[in-house]
T-cell receptor, first 115, second 117 residues
């Protein structure tokens, strides 16, 4: 079974600075998807960014980018120019490419943005 | 679009009572997922449906939990009898398979916070 590990329960960053959230996963599959979800205090889960394992190029979405290291099974999220609205729980998630639609989530990292 | 709609947003009940959580997926979506979020276990998939048919219910904790999807626009998650350890936030999500891809983004509802006393 696949597992996702987020080793940083909490992180903090100064407004306008850059922060990196870590995620590692364990799988025997070669094709899969990886995601970062944001959960603000409103509880709403919001997809931030996704990465297909077969793509070597790291995904980017505006201020959000990932560092995908397939061999190391590492998938970190970098937030540039942090804003107060970025404060939230961030969850890393894994999904197989074939078969199950199941998302496997990490335990999350709470990000605080200091003004 | 209104997004995924869940009701109620908050539910407080006493141990032993029946609890029913409701979900209306985004119109046109053919997958529906139920997740549970707790501090101890994080976010876990309980069950998911495709075209109203349960596909994977391996995450359903025990026989006290049941889920149904009588039609494409409505699903329920029922707990009977409820126990204090069922206290959690329950999320519903829906998705559809985008033409030309094998990927379908899951859109989450706002969740139902359940407290069992």
């Amino acid at each position: 079974a696949q597992t996702v590990t987020q080793s940083q329960p909490e992180m903090s960053v100064q407004e306008a600075e850059t922060v990196t959230l870590s995620c590692t996963y364990d799988t025997s599959e070669s094709d899969y998807y990886l995601f970062w979800y944001k959960q603000p205090p409103s509880r709403q889960m919001i997809l931030v960014i996704r990465q297909e394992a077969y793509k070597q190029q790291n995904a980017t979405e505006n201020r959000f980018s990932v560092n995908f290291q397939k061999a190391a099974k590492s998938f970190s999220l970098k937030i540039s120019d942090s804003q107060l609205g970025d404060a939230a729980m961030y969850f890393c998630a894994y999904r197989s490419q074939g078969g199950s639609e199941k998302l496997v989530f990490g335990k999350g990292t709470k990000l605080t943005v200091n003004p | 679009d209104a997004g995924v709609i869940q009701s109620p947003r908050h539910e407080v009940t006493e141990m032993g009572q029946e609890v029913t959580l409701r979900c209306k997926p985004i119109s046109g979506h053919d997958y529906l997922f139920w997740y549970r979020q707790t501090m101890m276990r994080g976010l876990e998939l309980l069950i998911y449906f495709n075209n109203n048919v349960p596909i994977d219910d391996s995450g359903m904790p025990e026989d006290r939990f049941s889920a149904k999807m009588p039609n494409a626009s409505f699903s329920t998650l029922k707990i009977q009898p409820s126990e204090p350890r069922d206290s959690a936030v329950y999320f519903c999500a829906s998705s559809f398979l985008t033409s030309g891809t094998v990927y379908n983004e899951q859109f989450f509802g706002p969740g139902t916070r359940l407290t069992v006393l």
